[in-house]
């Protein structure tokens, strides 16, 4: 087991009151220079520089899920004029795989025209990091490019997030976990005497030993609502950046119309000092930067609300397959009313923490194995949507009425 974290930062910041630099502009490349042009870059000279973006599912950056190509390819020209050899990596969710995340992004394409390597982070095997500090979690498998780099760079999009408020510069550092170790930070029981969920302190264990030395937060186009990847895409044409990844978090909730004190995952950290949230002891840059706020509608507090007529039932669950059930209900909600229409309750279940399903339930992903004979249990780790399809048209489920199993 590693000690490690990070490199030292070679990046100087007033720690007390740190810098965040807002730009925006119809060019998410032009907007990216122009923050980066207030943060001495030269100290990355003949250093490696790890760049992390958000491409950890398959989709284009005009979703509002994965950071803008233009973003990352203005961040792969600044660190290479400053004479720094650069690449780009990510270990996206379960289920996706890198390169062809990469390229349906857009970021292959940029990256290639630089000759700039991109890395799949889940090729080699990872570095087990102990966590001093952590409260739920004492170690990481932490992807070994990210501790072999010199200065890694948190790329993320500006979103909303189901279980976490927003997913931004620290939570995007959760993609330098090793493959489906990822998954481990949702399936964590609560922690005695503490009321914090218990994944949004293991995203503070995370950050104690994982903080990025420089943040880039992509608001080019964002995502408000049922983040991180079922919301609806809100387009800011803005970036946002800085040295201190608390910072630049909380002034891009700010823009979002959040407080980062509301964010627990940001709260946590900050009360732990490994950076600045409070608004009022950050200096942010343009100073006019206020006019740039526009809300973001939050996420829901209960998936159900979204769906009428069907409850879901979410305890620990994990959005690899949060997105499995909305992608369902976007795309399919008729077939899902045509099987449920043979019963009295309209029910899904996803995730470890039930302590009884009633019967009846469509029981979704691995986690909801031990219901699988209350109703149709679809495997996967998470099932696709067609796979779900599948298996409720071939199934008829029982009509035994209403008790629930413990
Ligand atoms: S089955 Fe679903 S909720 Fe459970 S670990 Fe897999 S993806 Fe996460």
Redesign the pocket.
Known sequence: MNKRSLQPTPFIDDMSHPYVHVATGESAYDNTRQVLSQINLAVVKGKRVLLKPNAGRIATADSGITTNPQVVAAAIDAFLEAGASVAVGESPI?GVKTMEAFEATGIASVARDRNCPLIDMDARQPIHVIIEDGVALQSLKVCPEVLEHDVVVSIPVMKTHMHTVVTLAVKNMKGCLWRRTK?DL??LAPIKDLNDKPLNIAIADTASVLRPHLSIIDGTTGMEGLGPSAGQAKKLDLVVAGIDPLAVDAVACSLMGLNAEDVPHLRICAERGYGVIDISKIQVNPARWHDFISPFDPPPDNLSIQFPGITILDE???S??QS?VLMLLKRYRGQVFDFFSRQENATIA???GHQSIPRGTLC?????AQYKKQGVFVP???PVATQILEMISENEPEETPGDLIE
Do not use: D, F, Q, R
């Open positions: 379960t998954v949702h399936m620990m669950s994990c690899a397959c499995t996803i995730g470890k979704i992903g691995n986690c909801t996967g780790c998470p």
